[in-house]
């Protein structure tokens, strides 16, 4: 079955329905409705995205159709959410006043201009992802003749064993960085801001910051007040976000283990103490909408501390990243994976974020496996943990014509939207009421317009009841609208 626009019939609104004999059924993994089902694309080394540098007009059009390709895998597989990565090491992916172009996507010597950021927005919002802006905090990297005169003039930048960094601990710091998100917030239509590296570095004992610390340190600990300098961003840059635009989520990759467990045994670093993050702060104070603990490891350094994340967080949103990338570079069966995939199904985690877009793509076995058992029909993306928003009123006059093979369905808009952006989740059952509970009725989700189109088989009868919801950026969905029912048949009914 095909479900487009009525002006637009291409395969970015394609939605297949497959028909699942009743015993593979029992072995398939129940699927949720609502699940983050995130992976990051990597600008940085050109690992996953553009793989050379253009030097022309026509190579910026060979990196646009292989970011397409990308993309179309990705909404294949059913993933809902894409970290992008968007500030590199002090270099920019978008037009910035404030820092400069990369040259990861085009070399200087090529003319062509070229938006990375607003094209992949529009790729992700086309094929019903979010693009969350993946941004790179305090690294600056090792060479700082790519950096802006603004930031290298300012005495915010330190060096430390060989790379260049942004220091938390000084008070210009925080100011610089919101200024960078503000522009980013305003001038695109993204969906998200994530944070990375938003922490000290490794070996951070000796980071050289005493004299700040001693001018700044105000009787505190080092590692409290080094926590603090964080925090402090963490809450200017949330503030700053939804001031401008509240259904911006706000998240950030942080270190997988926040502390010590008594009961692991094996050496580890922790957010807290080695790089004095502290996001279970972040999370009490409502200064993030949900967190992605970076757990790149199995068995037991791994099952345990989703459990400590769990109930450190109290129920807030937890997504943690799967360590995909181990499959190859460390000769990981796929099953550990999988089994991480149903660990926190069981136990009712908001969903996954896998490492990283190549991983998933080009690994063919797993793509498969989720494809065909775990990601087999779309979700809806959780609700944004801290927001007051009212859910959205149901869509009304719904209404369904066929013409040819196609079955044309439409509604109107929701009344009092205050012309808010909605979103329509389409539903289709063989028995009345329609259960939207159930994925299994969801066919075609985050549709644009009030009304769509979709190919149907005369080639047996069969009842179907359709209906539709409201759906906004918050990931509020409205209640069910009426139902339209219509019957497949050969002849007119």
Known sequence: MTITNFD??????????????????????AQPKQEMRAVWLTVNHNLDWPRT????????????????????????VN???????????????????????????KSKSCRTEFDALAYAIEGCHKRG????????????????????????????????KNDYYINPG??????????LIKELVSEYDIDGVHFDYIRYPDGATKFPDSREYQCYGDGKSLDSWRRENINQFVYAAYDAVKALKPY?????????MYNRLPEVNRKHWTAYHSVYQDPVDWIKKGKHDFIVPMLYNRNELFFPFVEDWKKRCHGSSIVPGLGLYMV????????????????????????????????LTENNEFYKILKSEYFYEPALLPVLSKNNVSKPQPPTDIYAEKQNDYLYLSWAKPDNTNDKKLFYNLYRSETFPIDIENPRNM???????????????NSKETVYYYAVTAYDRFHNESKISESAMFVTSEFEK
């Open 8 to 29: 637009i019939l291409n395969k970015n609104y394609l939605i297949f329905i497959f028909v699942w004999f009743s015993v593979f059924c029992q072995i398939i993994t």
């Open 53 to 76: 540098v253009a030097n022309s007009k026509l190579e910026i059009e060979q990196q646009k159709d292989a970011l397409n390709t990308i993309l179309d895998k990705l909404q294949e």
């Open 79 to 105: 993933i809902n959410l894409v970290f992008f990565q968007t500030r590199i090491r002090g270099t920019v992916i978008y037009k910035s006043i404030t820092e400069p172009f990369t040259t990861l996507i």
């Open 129 to 160: 992802m979010e693009l969350h802006a993946w941004f790179v905090v305090y690294p600056l990297g090792p060479n700082n003749k790519n950096l802006s005169k603004m930031l290298l003039q300012s005495d915010i930048v330190k060096k430390f």
């Open 170 to 179: 000084n008070p210009k710091t925080v100011p610089y960085l919101v200024g």
């Open 248 to 256: 911006v989520a706000v998240s950030s990759s942080v270190v997988g």
């Open 328 to 359: 190859k570079e460390s000769g990981w069966d796929a099953d550990v994976i999988t089994e991480q995939i149903r660990y926190l199904r069981k136990n009712k985690i908001d969903g996954y974020a896998f490492f990283r877009v190549r991983n």
């Open 443 to 457: 066919i075609a989700v985050k549709l644009k317009k009030e009304n769509c189109k979709i190919r149907i088989d």
